[in-house]
């Protein structure tokens, strides 16, 4: 059975950096790995994912501040924000999927973190 463990979040500033981490148990070496987040009254959506070959996506929104990685035993997935906005305030959620973008259907979720970003 897979299990997701997030740690990582909190508040800062805007401009300031944070970095979340999501740790697996059970075998999520060949899964499909991602971050998403909701906000007060919005949907959720995807912040990035990456595949087991190391392959990423990210939303529009965060590129170039954002970065999703994973370790090598694959057992630990980060996504390091930088650069953060006051529009980057959500939950944040980790997921694992056996294929990117069956998130929702199939996916295995992390307990959500809060990331609050200040001006």
């Known amino acids: 059975q897979v299990q997701l463990v997030q740690s990582g979040g909190g508040s800062v500033q805007a401009g300031g950096s944070l970095r979340l981490t999501c740790a697996t148990s059970g075998y999520t070496q060949t899964y499909c790995m991602g971050w998403f987040r909701q906000a007060p009254g919005k949907e959720r959506e995807e912040v990035a994912h990456?595949?087991?070959?190391?392959?990423?996506t990210y939303a529009d929104s965060v590129k170039g501040r954002f970065t999703i990685s994973r370790d090598n035993a694959k057992t630990t997935t980060y996504l390091q924000m930088t650069s953060l906005e006051v529009e980057d305030t959500a939950m944040y959620y980790c997921?694992?999927?056996?294929?990117?973008?069956?998130?929702?259907?199939?996916?295995?979720w992390g307990q959500g973190t809060q990331v609050t970003v200040f001006s």
């Open positions: 997921a694992a999927a056996a294929l990117c973008g069956y998130f929702d259907r199939f996916g295995e």
């Open positions: 990456i595949d087991s070959d190391g392959s990423t």
